[in-house]
């Protein structure tokens, strides 16, 4: 798989995230297919394609919500363990923010930050809290710290699962839609602090069909179909240029 330098000149630093061959099969339904994907440090791949066609399946198998049946995938070298404590810290190096924002309903916003500091990597409550508030501050919610999850507008819960997952320090993080359950007016104001994350320098992966986001903060564009990856490009000439049939068509849809 060639690599992409970034838009703004900076060099790719080393594969963080490798997938070498992937195969995954739900049933009858191949929905991963030979899958071939190397993240680099600091790189932003944004992953687009139809429904149904396996985007979704690859986050939760990268994060290991899924397993696979052959090839294989490595986060900075070490295979992905299978179960157990070497499991849980693995979750938390790849952060995770779905669709549906999955807040802790009868936890209140700061206590759903430092839950995970806290439970899984040890840190002790009182820097968990004043880390929690700062990153509370930078997604632009840490007035609402007291306040239950249905207390906040959708845009405001799903920035708080994104300071959620970043309490954990994770090294990459996987966005699945984001931003598809929310109304139009708070869509940017989530685009917008997944923005600032791309340029502060995090590995990202996500899946949207945001083309404003993928052009300002993409540094490769994945089109999936039909569990295996079609074509790869950069933002600019696969939304100007796409080469396959699968592709043009998609994007006819979209566009
Ligand atoms: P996407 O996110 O691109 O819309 P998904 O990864 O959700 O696609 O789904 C890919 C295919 O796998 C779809 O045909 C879907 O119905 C199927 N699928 C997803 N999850 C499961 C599951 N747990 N069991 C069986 N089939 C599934
Ligand atoms: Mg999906």
Redesign the pocket.
């Known amino acids: 798989m060639t690599q992409t330098p970034a838009p703004d000149g900076r060099a790719p630093g080393k594969p963080l995230v490798v997938l070498d061959k992937v195969n995954k099969h739900?049933?009858d339904?191949h929905?991963l297919q030979d899958i071939d994907l190397t993240v680099h440090e600091g790189e932003v791949v944004v992953v687009i394609?139809p429904?149904?066609?396996?985007?979704?399946?690859l986050c939760r198998t990268i994060n290991r919500l899924e397993g696979f049946e052959s090839g294989s995938i490595t986060i900075d070298g070490q295979e992905l363990p299978q179960e157990g404590k070497a499991l849980a810290t693995l979750r938390a190096d790849v952060g995770m923010v779905f669709q549906s924002f999955n807040l802790f309903s009868h936890k209140t916003i700061l206590e759903n930050v430092t839950l995970g500091p806290v439970k899984v990597r040890g840190a002790k409550a009182p820097a968990a809290r004043k880390r929690a508030m700062e990153l509370l501050e930078r997604v632009g919610v840490a007035h609402q710290a007291e306040k239950y999850p249905a207390q906040l507008s959708g845009g405001q819960q799903q920035r708080v699962a994104i300071a959620r997952s970043l309490a954990m320090e994770p090294r990459v993080m996987l966005f699945d839609e984001p931003t598809s359950a929310l109304d139009p007016e708070m869509i940017n104001e989530v685009l917008d602090v997944m923005t600032q994350l791309a340029h502060s320098g995090m590995t990202m992966i996500v899946v949207t069909h945001e083309m404003g986001f993928a052009r300002k903060a993409g540094d490769r564009v994945v089109f999936?179909a039909d569990g295996a990856i079609v074509e790869e490009n950069t933002p600019e000439e696969f939304f100007t240029h796409a080469q396959s049939a699968r592709a043009k068509d998609f994007l006819g849809k979209i566009l």
């Open positions: 739900f049933g339904l929905v394609g429904s149904g066609s396996g985007k979704s399946t999936m």
